[in-house]
């Protein structure tokens, strides 16, 4: 990816600064009304009671993301309006929305109406919307700009790096804020799950209203209902008051379920009644009461493992997986990691009231080499320590952790294996601007031995001026 990694304008593609725009087409007039009423919300939503009337709205140039159709219209049915659609509109996913459903039928509109999605009536809500979504991705997908010719918002600034896999992550976490689809990050600790879910939560439509974020392993199975959903007074002991839960705090925002892998098997049907109904009732109450949040997961666990194991809900899981990012660990994208020390280090100057931070070579090569079992956050942790240590400004290698510092005289001498000893000497003592008790820390020696080796190398003082 070639230019700057901080953006302030916007993905170029066909539905540029635009939602999304969907078209249903049927005959029946209160199921239209119900569809719109139910997409309207991140949506540009038309209806059509007529193929022919649809087929003259994409004749004047309306293009859309997603054309859903009934297969049973007057003068037309629903294959053969879908087919023509195609020849109007090659980008668009094509849905088929029948009573009727039987082989030949989905063969055929599959076939020759180039259906994507064949579903039968009465369809629920909460399953066409996971269906439209998925095909919202698709199309963006396929329409898109290549990633290295997108262009993001300032919100995307927050995920640094200029490796492959952070590129496409960026693409891909604004393309999902275009749709509310459900989205599930997995990876190991951190590599930055919650941060993937407040950008992506940031770039959505939601993004005016709350982001709440629910650390599951930290609520009792005692407490997580009313913890989340709310409870009444009276509904247990202690319940003096009545309590808005986290659902009720989000509304119309995102939630974030970190670490669901460890709700407890008992609580994970509740769950799984809000993210397919979009309703709850507090602990003690018997009133439903309706859920516009976005729900966003995240665990470092393997849920499909856990299924096996039976230690979780195999239709949460389904319904949880709509859509799936991996989030990479460090040591598989190190090419970002002097970017990330760079973001770090001006963040802690701030912190510190220090006008600059640096890193010496030495130190930060050592943090490229070291495998970061951590990830990121352990990166960021070992600056901190290392800023708060330092002398001058400048981050040497023996500021920093004893888990990196163990493996420093190997790092080292890798560094230098190239190198004769007079050369290594040299290199030590210029990173350390020929402060001898500091360049000898970083060659894991004693000042003693680094002035006999200077000696025995022939390094003289004046050397400094080189």
Known sequence: MNGPLWYSAIIRTPMENKKPRLLFVDDDTLLLETLKAT??????????????????????????????????????????????????????VRIMLTGYADLDTAMAAVNDGGVSHFLTKPCPTTNLKEVINTCIVSYMERTAAPDDDIVFSAPLDRFVGVSDVVVRLRAMLHR???????????????????????????????????????????????????????????????????????????DGGSILLDEIGDVPVEMQSKLLQVIE????????DHKTIKADVRIIAATNADLGQLVEQGLFRKDLFYRLNVMHLELPPLRERREDIPLLVKA???????????????????????????????????????????????????????????????????????????????????????????????????????????????????????????
């Open 39 to 92: 997409f309207w919300r991140g949506h540009v939503v038309e209806t059509c009671t007529s193929p022919l009337a649809a087929l003259e709205l994409l004749k004047s140039g309306k293009r859309y993301a997603v054309i859903v159709s009934d297969m049973s219209m007057p003068f037309m049915n629903g294959v053969d309006f879908l087919r023509q659609a195609a020849a109007l509109d090659r980008d668009a």
């Open 277 to 284: 109904r979009k309703e709850f009732e507090r602990v003690g």
């Open 344 to 466: 770090f280090l001006d963040e802690l100057a701030k912190q510190f009231d220090s006008k600059s931070i640096k890193i010496s070579d030495n130190a930060l090569n050592l943090l490229k080499q070291y495998s970061w079992p951590g990830n990121v956050r352990e990166l960021r942790h070992s600056l901190e320590r290392g800023a708060t240590l330092c002398v001058n400004g400048v981050i040497r290698m023996i500021d920093l952790p004893n888990s990196l510092l163990a493996g420093a005289k190997t790092q080292v001498s890798s560094q230098y294996e190239e190198m004769s000893e007079r050369e290594m000497l040299l290199a030590a003592l210029k990173g350390a601007s020929w402060n001898k008790a500091r360049a000898a820390r970083e060659l894991g020696m004693s000042r003693s031995s680094l002035y006999r080796k200077m000696k025995e190398s022939g390094i003289q003082k004046d050397e400094s001026a080189n």
């Open 176 to 250: 999902l804020g275009q749709v509310d689809a459900t989205v599930l990050f997995t990876g190991e600790s951190g590599t930055g799950k919650s941060l993937a879910a407040e950008v992506l939560h940031a770039v959505s439509p939601r993004s005016k209203k709350p982001f709440v974020r629910v650390n599951c392993p930290s609520l009792s199975e005692g407490v997580f209902a009313a913890e989340l959903f709310g409870s009444v007074r009276g509904a247990y002991t202690g319940a003096v008051r009545d309590s808005m839960g986290r659902f009720m705090a989000a």
